[in-house]
C-alpha cells in the first residue's frame, strides 16, 4: 500500500511524469580535472593526421552523474562553453598546464517539453551570433530551434521549422551554424530510409526561430560509413563539416570535411574534401562538437566528444591547426599551407 501511494503522489504533484528518472543536473561540485591526451599513444612523437598539426589535448573528468554528453562547443575570447545533450552548460577557461579555471555550470532555461526527460532536453547543435551574442540550440528530438539571449539567460524564441517535422526521430538538427553573410545552415544526422547516403541539408535565409520558411533545401553526402555530427565556418568562409563513425564492437572515427560554400545551392548535392581522420591507433571517440578560431595569424580548430555518459568513452577536449600539406605531398590538389604558427590559448 506504501509503494502504491508514492506511486499515486507522483502522478499527483510531477507533471507529465515520463516514468524515468530526472535528467540530473551538474551540482554544486564545480571541479574539472584535466588529463593531458597525445594525438597517437603508441607514438607520442606524432603531430600530423591529414592536414591537422596537432597542438594538445586534455581529457576532462567531472564530478557527478550529470558530468559529460557534451555535443557542441563555442569559444568566446578564451571561455569555453559546452553544452551537453542533456541541456546542461558547462564552461571554464583554460590557465597554466591547461589547468581547468573559472568553471560555471548552467541549465538550459527553456526548451522542448518541460525538461523532465532526455527527450525534452535533447541539445544536439549550438551556434552564437559574435555580433550580439544570441544563441540557437537545435534540439534533434523535438526537431526544433530555440533562440536564447546572451550567456542564456533566457529562451527568446523558438521554431518548428515545417521543412525538418519530418526527419526521422533522434536525426534533426545535428549540425548547424550560422552564416557569416547572414542565414544559417543545418544538416540532419541519417538520412529517411535505411542506408541512404546523401543527408538533408537546409537553408535559412533569415533566423529559424522567426522565418522557417525562407530559404532552401539541399543535400549532403558525407564519407562512405559516416554521419555528420556538427559543422562551422573556416576564415575563408568554407564549411566545415564534423562527421563520425561507430563500429562494433565498440569503435569511434572521424573525418573532417570542408565544403565550398558557393557549392550549396537549391537542390544541390554536396560532397566535400576530407582533410583528416582520427581513427585507432590515434586518438578517437565519438567527436560532436567542431569550433574554429584564429591565433596569431593560424586557423585553430578544437573538437570535443561526447562520451555518452559511459565508463568507457571520453570526454576529450582537441586542438589542432589546419596547416594543408604541400600540393605534391597531397591528395587534394587545391591545398595550401599558410605556414603559420599557432598561438597560446590552451593545450
Given at each position: 500500500m506504501r509503494v502504491l501511494w508514492s506511486i499515486l503522489l507522483?502522478?499527483?504533484?510531477?507533471?507529465?511524469?515520463?516514468?524515468e528518472p530526472q535528467l540530473p543536473l551538474l551540482g554544486t561540485d564545480r571541479r574539472i580535472e584535466s588529463i593531458p591526451t597525445t594525438l597517437n599513444p603508441a607514438d607520442p612523437?606524432?603531430?600530423?593526421?591529414?592536414?591537422?598539426?596537432?597542438?594538445?589535448?586534455?581529457?576532462?573528468?567531472?564530478?557527478?552523474?550529470?558530468?559529460?554528453?557534451f555535443?557542441?562547443?563555442?569559444?568566446?575570447?578564451?571561455?569555453?562553453?559546452?553544452?551537453?545533450?542533456?541541456?546542461?552548460?558547462?564552461?571554464?577557461?583554460?590557465?597554466h598546464h591547461n589547468a581547468v579555471e573559472r568553471v560555471r555550470f548552467a541549465e538550459l532555461p527553456g526548451g522542448p517539453g518541460t525538461g523532465w526527460a532526455k527527450y525534452d532536453r535533447d541539445s544536439e547543435s549550438m551556434t552564437v551570433d559574435p555580433r550580439t551574442g544570441?544563441?540557437?540550440?537545435?534540439?534533434?528530438?523535438?526537431?526544433?530551434?530555440?533562440?536564447?539571449?546572451?550567456?542564456?539567460?533566457r529562451a527568446e524564441a523558438h521554431g518548428a521549422p515545417p521543412e525538418m517535422q519530418d526527419w526521422p526521430l533522434n536525426t534533426g538538427a545535428e549540425s548547424m551554424t550560422l552564416l557569416p553573410g547572414g542565414g544559417m545552415l543545418v544538416i540532419d544526422e541519417h538520412g529517411e530510409k535505411k542506408h541512404e547516403v546523401a543527408r538533408q541539408g537546409l537553408f535559412f535565409a533569415g533566423d529559424p526561430t522567426r522565418q522557417p520558411r525562407r530559404g532552401f533545401h539541399f543535400s549532403f553526402v558525407p564519407p562512405t560509413g559516416y554521419d555528420?555530427?556538427?559543422?562551422?565556418?573556416?576564415?575563408?568562409?568554407?564549411?566545415?563539416?564534423?562527421?563520425?563513425?561507430?563500429?562494433?564492437?565498440?569503435?569511434?572515427?572521424?573525418?573532417?570535411?570542408?565544403v565550398d560554400r558557393r557549392a550549396i545551392r537549391p537542390g544541390a548535392i554536396v560532397r566535400g574534401r576530407e582533410i583528416a581522420t582520427l581513427a585507432a591507433p590515434l586518438i578517437h571517440d565519438n567527436f560532436e562538437g567542431v569550433a574554429v578560431?584564429?591565433?596569431?595569424?593560424?586557423?585553430?580548430i578544437w573538437l570535443?566528444?561526447?562520451?555518452?555518459?559511459?565508463?568507457?568513452?571520453?570526454s576529450y577536449l582537441i586542438k589542432f591547426r589546419l596547416d594543408p600539406l604541400p600540393v605534391k605531398a597531397s591528395a587534394t590538389p587545391n591545398a595550401k599551407s599558410p605556414h603559420s604558427q599557432a598561438g597560446n590559448t590552451g593545450c
Open positions: 507522483v502522478l499527483l504533484f510531477v507533471p507529465q511524469w515520463m516514468g612523437a606524432q603531430r600530423r593526421v591529414g592536414d591537422l598539426v596537432w597542438l594538445g589535448g586534455i581529457e576532462l573528468r567531472g564530478h557527478g552523474d550529470a558530468f559529460g554528453g555535443s557542441s562547443l563555442h569559444i568566446d575570447r578564451g571561455r569555453f562553453t559546452l553544452l551537453s545533450d542533456g541541456g546542461n552548460i558547462v564552461s571554464f577557461r583554460l590557465g544570441q544563441i540557437w540550440v537545435g534540439f534533434e528530438g523535438a526537431n526544433e530551434i530555440w533562440r536564447y539571449a546572451p550567456g542564456f539567460a555528420p555530427s556538427d559543422m562551422t565556418v573556416l576564415p575563408d568562409g568554407r564549411i566545415l563539416v564534423l562527421t563520425r563513425r561507430f563500429a562494433y564492437p565498440f569503435t569511434w572515427s572521424n573525418k573532417l570535411v570542408v578560431m584564429r591565433e596569431k595569424g593560424a586557423t585553430i570535443v566528444s561526447d562520451d555518452n555518459q559511459l565508463f568507457l568513452q571520453h
